[in-house]
């Protein structure tokens, strides 16, 4: 389950913006920023469009993907990855549903709510270059 996902144009102008202000290394400054508060943003966006199935818990079933620690994400250069842990790598199903013999899903949750995290992000990104630029 691997998608790419890109900012956008106006988005990207905005940051090359405060890139050519920021007198120090803008490559660590925004993988702090992706790492510690990206990250994490992302996790909790996507969670948010997470469906659940409402069963009620029984003896040896996993607690529901929504409300576990489901998702991870892996620190990158300039990057940050997310994805489902071992116990929920079933998460494909519900969010393509492309190879499940109905077709069930294309909830789409994982594209959502990285779309959802970007605003936030880029904000976050500039803030953070606007203080030290400031300073």
């Not at 620190?75 to 998460?91: D, F, P, R, W």
């Not at 594209?111 to 500039?126: H, P, T």
């Amino acid at each position: 389950m691997a998608n790419e996902f890109y900012i956008e144009k106006e988005d990207a102008a905005r940051l090359q913006e405060k890139f050519r202000q920021f007198p120090g290394d803008v490559e660590k400054a925004v993988n702090d920023v992706l790492h510690q508060i990206g990250g994490p943003l992302i996790i909790q966006n996507i969670k948010s469009y997470m469906p659940a199935s409402g069963r009620k818990p029984w003896r040896g079933k996993a607690s529901p993907a929504k409300s576990s620690k489901s998702l991870s994400h892996i620190n990158s250069n300039l990057a940050v990855e997310v994805n489902a842990t071992k116990k929920y790598k079933y998460l494909y199903f519900p969010n393509d549903g492309s190879n499940t013999i109905h077709h069930h899903g294309g909830k789409w949750f994982m594209e959502r709510g990285v779309e959802k995290s970007e605003e936030k992000i880029v904000d976050a990104i500039c803030d953070r270059l606007e203080d030290a630029i400031n300073v």
